[in-house]
């Protein structure tokens, strides 16, 4: 069983369009988060939610809404996409916060491409 | 902090031999630092961690040392196998710096050759 599950793995889309990613993890942690990795590898942490609280809020733009239903689940829906945002998303959870030392597990990424 | 590199470092590395994958971090009050592998096309995976009170730490096959006075963090692997071809990131939490999140370095690719 995966423990930290997205979908879709790729997405292509056009321009000013709205979609959403959606992620799960089976683990039982409090903390789950979405990381953005550009062309050149660098991991940037986006948001984060602790027992569905949001506790990052990096600047991201406010076209970037994330959605925690409830502990294992944390959604991420983009609004007006625009081509600088293709890139890996990536949802990850922690037992508690990962950085007082909690190992951070990473789910298999999306590929997100505007065209 | 960022990195603003314009390139992924590389590091070429003959299978057998063993690779010494190196990080500098940006924070003295860093208490907890990581190292993770991620695989082409996967997610970035955990291999080892190390808190500040250690300088050496011990897993399977790799080693983490950790040198406070010069803000040096390296992960040492083994053997080199095939499998561990992957971008290796390191990671430092900031202490109360870093507005509770953990800060990561650029990346690294390791490439073995056979």
């Known amino acids: 069983d995966t423990a930290v599950s997205q979908t879709p793995k790729y997405l292509v889309t056009q321009m000013g369009n709205d979609k959403s990613i959606k992620c799960e993890q089976n683990?039982?942690?409090?903390?789950m988060y979405w990381y953005k990795q550009d062309s050149k590898k660098f991991l940037k942490i986006m948001f984060s939610?602790?027992?569905?609280?949001?506790?990052i809020n990096e600047t991201v733009p406010n076209r970037f809404s994330p959605k925690s239903p409830d502990k294992a689940h944390l959604n991420l829906h983009i609004n007006s996409l625009e081509l600088g945002d293709s890139a890996v998303y990536f949802c990850?959870?922690?037992?508690?916060?990962?950085?007082?030392?909690?190992?951070?597990?990473f789910g298999e990424g999306s590929w997100l491409t505007v065209v | 902090g960022e990195s603003v590199g314009l390139h992924l470092p590389t590091l070429s590395v003959q299978e057998g031999d063993n690779s010494i994958i190196n990080c500098a971090y940006s924070?003295?009050?860093?208490?907890?630092f990581i190292w993770y592998k991620q695989e082409s096309g996967k997610g970035p995976q955990f291999i080892i961690d190390?808190?500040?009170n250690m300088d050496k730490r011990q897993g399977q096959r790799v080693t983490v040392l950790l040198n406070k006075t010069v803000k040096h963090l390296s992960l040492q692997i083994a053997a080199t196998q095939p499998g561990d071809s992957a971008v290796y990131f390191c990671?430092?939490?900031?202490?109360?710096?870093?507005?509770?999140?953990?800060?990561w370095g650029a990346g690294t690719k390791l490439i073995i050759k056979p």
């Open positions: 990671a430092e939490n900031g202490a109360m710096d870093s507005n509770y999140q953990l800060i």
């Open positions: 924070n003295s009050a860093s208490d907890y």
């Open positions: 190390i808190r500040s």
């Open positions: 683990l039982g942690h409090d903390t």
């Open positions: 939610y602790n027992n569905k609280e949001l506790i």
């Open positions: 990850a959870s922690s037992q508690g916060i990962g950085w007082t030392g909690n190992t951070i597990y």
